[in-house]
């Protein structure tokens, strides 16, 4: 298996076997992960809002039916 670096671009590679490109610069991969790990954080965060904003939704409702 070989590569060819993808001019104007450092750290790219493209497999000329299949064509593939792949990215071979460490930071930019560890950059990447951060994101990726950033973004699944806010998505548990949007999820523990709409959670909580229905639960106090619920609490109101009971208040009021029990007054």
Do not use: C, F, Q, W
């Amino acid at each position: 298996m070989s590569y060819i670096r993808v001019k104007g671009h450092d750290g790219l590679l493209r497999d000329d076997r299949t064509g593939a490109i792949i990215n071979h610069d460490p930071s930019a991969i560890e950059a990447r992960r951060k994101l990726k790990s950033l973004n699944t954080a806010l998505e548990d965060i949007n999820i523990l809002k709409d959670e909580i904003s229905e639960i106090k939704s619920l609490l109101k409702e009971l208040i009021k039916n029990g007054n």
